[in-house]
């Protein structure tokens, strides 16, 4: 039935986020730390297991791949409720200490990158500073 | 007769949601196809046109939760809030590849470490240049350029100003948003491709919204691995933020 996937999904949710705040906790982090990650690792040991056993049917699979496939309506709407108005009005340290952060990442994320294995296509990739058009 | 419609929708929140986002998936995809010829990508779009929604509805209302505060649209709030957000976000876990996973786990850590500190010294020296030299308002504001939810953890820890936090808030969700529409924007030069480009960038990037919309903007077969690393980015900024981020800033400054 569809709502075992579902409900398979919910229960590694709601113990991934337990135990995000219990961790949270215990580190005196005062916030959630890595529970939905950890439901994802929760959720990916459980297929593994399951599939292993033959436990996991078209219909099981199709209660977690709907939600999946919701994802990105789920993130429209999220932006659809943030603060824009506020950020955009943070003024202009706000906006320089957000760009230059965001250069500062995407330098180093696009140079770590570029150490991983050669990529079959990366001759065509000889434009080294087409900036970041982040604007 | 408009007055039932409101009603109908007003009462039917979430469901209206459901219809609405669905009207800004068509309207995307077909600008993306039309007027773009499928360069730029529908959920990039959709994001954008969400975005423009938040600013007109925090202008209507003057509210902080933009389009979920016109009461007509406030499941919006509901759908797009974090407990579908983050159903959603761990249900994509089940596309991971393990093997593509665990071989980028050290380097997403990795990722993750120097995705807290960049941002972190980047924004304090940005507030110190503007004349901040307190270090509750330079461990705040450096905090908020980790992301938004880091900045007022962190500034409520240790004892900052509202207007400190509003601005660390700001800074953080300017951060989010730049992401969001920068990353599509930036995929070839960041070499965003596999799994393991996918991590570094949730590591780096930050903030489970911006990566996961810019991801989904991208390639949305990468959204888990950025979001398995991401979603850790807060809990380590919050972590560092009050303590070692605070006392570090605080030995420099003092």
């Known amino acids: 039935m569809i709502i075992y996937g579902t409900a398979l999904l919910a229960v590694c949710h709601l113990l991934g986020i337990f135990l995000g705040d219990l961790l949270g906790t215990l580190l005196g982090a005062k916030t959630n730390v890595g529970g939905v990650g950890i439901a994802m690792i929760l959720l990916i040991c459980a297929r593994l297991y399951m599939h292993k056993r033959g436990m996991m049917p078209q219909t099981t699979e199709m209660g977690v791949a709907f939600w999946g496939a919701m994802y990105i309506p789920v993130v429209v709407a999220m932006a659809a409720q943030q603060n824009v108005v506020s950020a955009l009005r943070g003024g202009p340290v706000a906006l320089l200490a957000a760009f230059a952060s965001v250069l500062a990442c995407a330098g180093c994320i696009a140079l770590i990158n570029r150490s991983e294995r050669p990529l079959p296509e990366s001759e065509s990739d000889a434009d080294k500073h087409p900036a970041p058009k982040h604007a | ?254």
């Open chain 2, 1 to 254: 007769m408009i007055e039932l419609l409101e009603k109908t929708a007003k009462h039917n929140g979430l469901v209206t949601a459901f219809a609405l986002v669905g009207l800004v998936m068509l309207v995307s995809m077909w600008m993306s196809r039309r007027l773009t010829f499928g360069r730029v990508h529908g959920s990039a779009i959709a994001i954008l046109i969400g975005l423009g929604l938040a600013y007109w509805g925090g202008i209507q209302t003057g509210g902080k939760q933009g389009l979920a505060d016109v009461s007509l649209f406030a499941g919006i709030g509901l759908m797009g809030g974090a407990m579908l957000r983050d159903f959603a976000i761990v249900a994509t876990a089940f596309e991971v590849q393990v093997v593509e996973a665990r071989k980028a786990g050290l380097v997403g850590a990795a990722a993750l470490l120097l995705g807290t500190l960049l941002p972190f010294v980047v924004g304090a020296s940005v507030a110190w240049a503007f004349g901040y030299r307190d270090a509750v308002s330079l461990t705040t504001i450096g905090a908020g350029a980790v992301t938004y939810i880091v900045g007022p953890v962190t500034g409520a820890a240790i004892g900052a100003s509202s207007e400190i936090m509003a601005l660390s808030i700001a800074t953080g969700l300017v951060k989010a948003i730049m992401v969001m529409v920068g990353t599509p924007m930036a995929a070839r030069f960041l070499r965003l491709k596999t799994p393991r480009s996918a991590m570094v960038f949730g590591g780096l990037a930050g903030t489970v919204s911006g990566v996961s919309a810019g991801l989904a903007a991208t390639d949305r077969r990468l959204v888990p691995y950025g979001a398995l690393v991401a979603t850790f980015h807060t809990g380590l900024g919050c972590l560092l933020g009050p303590s070692l981020l605070y006392f570090a800033t605080r030995s420099l400054v003092a």
